[in-house]
């Protein structure tokens, strides 16, 4: 039998599948005390893993472990080194999530190009009046979005954006131009092209050393002043000291963060109290939909490891 270890909760759907498979016992852990997750994950097969970070010294204690199933498609809280000279096997869920987070992200520029928020405070303030005073809103239609990156919800996006009549232009050296041609869009081979040109710029990149401050005061200088910054891929792509001065100084229009170098941000942090930034707490992939579908997906992604049925662009090459 099989020992699976689900570090943190999991939606309910997934256990269901487990239960089906008497050749799988589990055990769902939402204690993070490291001795004890050591005890727990020594003689294991799998272990799923949310956003709890699975460092060198807890894989290093594993005995059996076979397969690493990640709920989501970032990774950067497990040590990849240690994963690679275990040969352990790293999936992601590739797909579960990519309509929530294209939505989220078609939020938060609808959101800040309309300041539906500074509006909707201006009416239950009893400021209706001073609707005049805000800061200023523009359309997105015609508009240049530049997304960084090519993957599953960059492909959802487009969609979205197609449909508000917006110009799409994708900056992703490792993408096929006939590819993204295909979609409808434009393949940008400078990212400061691209960036001199955007109204918009998402980005839905993983963090790793090459997008590490991608975005900071040297790119931000060559955007445009009506330009908006959307990151819901992970923090510290985006310098945070750099793009609050940026908002303060009216460098840019505004920007959307869903993500944060440290989670949850220093109380101290001055994104928190900037009207320019529109904040959510790591939240674009949290619909009830997306929830479901990335658990099932996690489990999923085990079992057919096992049964030699997993899908090869669920795993990730190291």
């Known amino acids: 039998m099989k020992?699976?270890?689900?570090?943190?909760?999991?939606?309910?759907?997934?256990?269901?599948?487990?239960?089906?498979?008497?050749?799988?016992s589990y055990e769902v852990l939402e204690n993070f005390d490291l001795n004890i997750l050591?005890?727990?994950?020594?003689?294991?097969?799998?272990?799923?893993?949310?956003?709890?970070?699975?460092n060198k010294?807890?894989?290093?204690?594993?005995?059996?472990?076979?397969?690493?199933?990640?709920?989501?498609?970032?990774?950067?809280?497990?040590?990849?080194?240690t994963v690679k000279n275990k040969k352990i096997t790293l999936t992601?869920?590739?797909n579960a999530n990519s309509?929530?987070?294209?939505?989220?992200?078609?939020?938060?520029?609808?959101?800040?190009?309309k300041g539906i928020n500074a509006y909707d405070k201006c009416v239950k303030d009893g400021n209706f009046s001073k609707k005049h005073e805000l800061l200023p809103t523009q359309e997105i239609s015609?508009?240049?979005?530049?997304?960084?990156?090519?993957?599953?919800?960059?492909?959802?996006?487009?969609?979205?954006?197609?449909?508000?009549?917006?110009?799409?232009?994708?900056?992703?050296?490792?993408?096929?131009?006939?590819?993204?041609?295909?979609?409808?869009?434009?393949?940008?081979?400078?990212?400061d092209e691209g960036l001199k040109e955007a109204d918009i710029v998402s980005l839905n990149v993983p963090l790793n050393k090459n997008t590490h401050n991608m975005i900071n005061m040297e790119k931000i200088k060559i955007m445009k002043k009506n330009s908006i910054i959307?990151?819901?891929?992970?923090?510290?792509?985006?310098?945070?000291?750099?793009?609050?001065?940026?908002?303060?100084?009216?460098?840019i229009f505004g920007a959307g963060l869903d993500v944060f170098e440290n989670e949850p941000p220093e109380i101290d942090n001055p994104l928190l109290k900037n009207n320019r930034v529109l904040l959510s707490p790591h939240a674009a992939a949290l619909t009830e939909e997306c929830k479901k579908r990335?658990?099932?997906?996690?489990?999923?992604?085990?079992?057919?490891?096992?049964?030699g049925k997993l899908n090869k662009s669920n795993i990730i090459k190291l």
């Open 230 to 251: 959307i990151n819901t891929s992970r923090g510290g792509i985006v310098n945070e000291k750099d793009l609050n001065e940026a908002l303060d100084k009216n460098m």
């Open 3 to 24: 020992k699976i270890i689900i570090i943190d909760n999991i939606h309910q759907a997934a256990i269901n599948i487990l239960k089906k498979r008497k050749d799988f």
């Open 99 to 113: 309509v929530s987070v294209a939505e989220h992200i078609f939020s938060m520029i609808l959101n800040i190009s």
């Open 92 to 94: 992601i869920t590739k």
């Open 38 to 54: 050591k005890e727990k994950i020594k003689d294991c097969d799998a272990i799923a893993l949310k956003v709890f970070k699975l």
């Open 142 to 191: 015609d508009k240049k979005i530049l997304i960084v990156g090519f993957g599953s919800v960059t492909k959802k996006l487009i969609k979205r954006c197609l449909g508000f009549e917006m110009k799409v232009y994708i900056y992703d050296p490792n993408a096929n131009k006939e590819i993204i041609d295909s979609f409808g869009c434009t393949k940008i081979d400078n990212l």
């Open 294 to 307: 990335t658990g099932e997906d996690t489990i999923q992604n085990i079992i057919d490891f096992f049964d």
């Open 57 to 81: 010294e807890l894989l290093e204690s594993t005995q059996k472990l076979k397969v690493i199933s990640k709920h989501g498609v970032g990774y950067d809280n497990i040590d990849l080194d």
